[in-house]
């Protein structure tokens, strides 16, 4: 889910997470609610990279109409899906500067889906691994398995269980959780035989481990 709009940016931080892990290279992913020029400018400053989706607007539409048009004029010539990426640079408004915008014109038989993807990640390594279809279909396409991830963990682990008034037990809660997914990933558990014991509304509980047993 996107977070509420807000003008605010993130804490500043005296110290760099590239500084504190410079072989580290972390990348945000984030859906068009996380899309503020503040977060992208802590990014940029601090050498974390990203890679969010950006809301459409009658500029990006304009922006993007070439590729738009291409996309279903190919797909009335072949009667297929059509997928084309492209780059442009834009700034919104209120943004500080330009960026790099990655527009994904594809038309289906149901009609044009059009997408926008913010980030200024260029090639490394592999000559297309700064292209923006494999930015687009191997790193920012990604972000919806990782989500994939935690609704599992929401909707049958209870991690969504936060209930409770006051910060730890709900801490308490989500740990349990994932002691619970993690049970559940092992090859050899049996996931007829992972459970969670406990009083609701707050009280402890408890996973039984009984799973791991292999007798």
């Known amino acids: ?86 780059t442009i640079d834009y700034a919104a408004y209120t943004w500080d500067q330009q960026r790099r915008v990655i527009v994904k014109a594809e038309h289906l038989e149901q009609g044009p889906n059009l997408r926008f993807v913010v980030t200024h990640l260029e090639a490394e390594g592999e000559a297309s691994a700064g292209q923006p279809q494999t930015l687009y279909d191997r790193l920012y396409c990604k972000r919806g398995e990782c989500e994939n991830r935690i609704k599992e963990q929401q909707l049958g682990l209870f991690a969504d269980r936060t209930s409770c008034h006051e910060f730890l037990p709900n801490q308490f809660r989500v740990l349990l959780s994932a002691a619970a997914y993690i049970l559940l990933a092992l090859p050899y558990a049996d996931a007829k035989r992972v459970a969670v014991s406990g009083l609701s509304g707050g009280g402890w509980q408890t996973i039984i481990i009984s799973s791991l047993d292999n007798r």
């Open 1 to 86: 889910a996107s977070p509420k709009s807000s003008s605010s940016g993130p804490p500043s931080r005296s110290t760099s997470p590239s500084s504190k892990w410079p072989r580290a290279k972390i990348l945000v992913r984030g859906d068009s609610g996380f899309c503020r020029w503040k977060m992208l400018r802590w990014c940029e400053k601090h050498g974390v990279f990203y890679l969010v989706g950006l809301a459409k607007n009658s500029r990006l539409k304009e922006m993007a109409k070439p590729f738009v048009d291409q996309a279903e004029a190919q797909f009335k010539a072949t009667d297929t899906k059509q997928r084309l990426f492209a």
